[in-house]
T-cell receptor
Framework: GNSVTQMEGPVTLSEEAFLTINCTYT??????LFWYVQYPGEGLQLLLK?????DKGSNKGFEATYRKETTSFHLEKGSVQVSDSAVYFC?????????????FGTGTRLTIIP | EPEVTQTPSHQVTQMGQEVILRCVPI?????FYWYRQILGQKVEFLVS????????KSEIFDDQFSVERPDGSNFTLKIRSTKLEDSAMYFC?????????FGPGTRLTVT
């Protein structure tokens, strides 16, 4: 079946450091890939997505590239800010249809220190 | 911007009691989901709901669980007789053709 393996946290970085959170997946066919973010006290928010191989999703300075050859979708940001402190979830969906269930990783808690 | 709301934010209950978790999805959305996350584990799909009936459910969603949309706005998840292992964060999602919008979650603690 489909599964997502995500880098274990927690991750603590200083402000302006480079961020990478690793995510690999197992799926048949051509899934869509997502990063969701959960800020304290809030729901899961879509951060970025990619729907086919070699697509790059980007938002708020975060990027992730859909790599089919390595089955990966690593999240990166060049210079993190304190406001990026949150829990980050990698997820996949079997197709591009929104009404299909998401398969999530365990989440990575990121803390940025000023 | 429309958002999904969930109540309560935290529910503490004793083992064997019934609980109802409530969600108000985004109006005019037609698909609704419940997911849960046991502390330190993955977010897991529980059930999807469309046109007033369950469209898919996971192995977790046994006879102790039920969902309904009682009044056209609320979407509820009921656990009939809670167990310790039901302690988790429960997320509701309201779905369009392309994206799932999540609520803030209800933390359920079973003692």
């Amino acid at each position: 079946g489909n599964s997502v393996t995500q880098m274990e946290g927690p991750v603590t970085l200083s402000e302006e450091a480079f961020l990478t959170i690793n995510c690999t997946y197992t799926a048949t066919g051509y899934p869509s890939l997502f990063w969701y973010v959960q800020y304290p006290g809030e729901g899961l928010q879509l951060l970025l997505k990619a729907t086919k191989a070699d697509d790059k999703g980007s938002n708020k300075g975060f990027e992730a590239t859909y790599r089919k050859e390595t089955t990966s979708f690593h999240l990166e940001k060049g210079s993190v800010q304190v406001s990026d402190s949150a829990v980050y979830f990698c997820a996949l969906r079997r197709t591009n249809f929104g009404n299909e269930k998401l398969t999530f990783g365990t989440g990575t808690r990121l803390t940025i220190i000023p | 911007e429309p958002e999904v709301t969930q109540t309560p934010s935290h529910q503490v209950t004793q083992m064997g009691q019934e609980v109802i978790l409530r969600c108000v999805p985004i109006s005019n959305h037609l698909y609704f989901y419940w997911y849960r996350q046991i502390l330190g584990q993955k977010v897991e799909f529980l059930v999807s709901f469309y046109n007033n009936e369950i469209s898919e459910k996971s192995e977790i969603f046994d006879d102790q669980f039920s969902v309904e949309r009682p009044d056209g706005s609320n979407f509820t998840l009921k656990i009939r007789s809670t167990k310790l292992e039901d302690s988790a964060m429960y997320f509701c999602a309201s779905v369009t053709a392309y994206e799932q919008y999540f609520g803030p979650g209800t933390r359920l603690t079973v003692t």
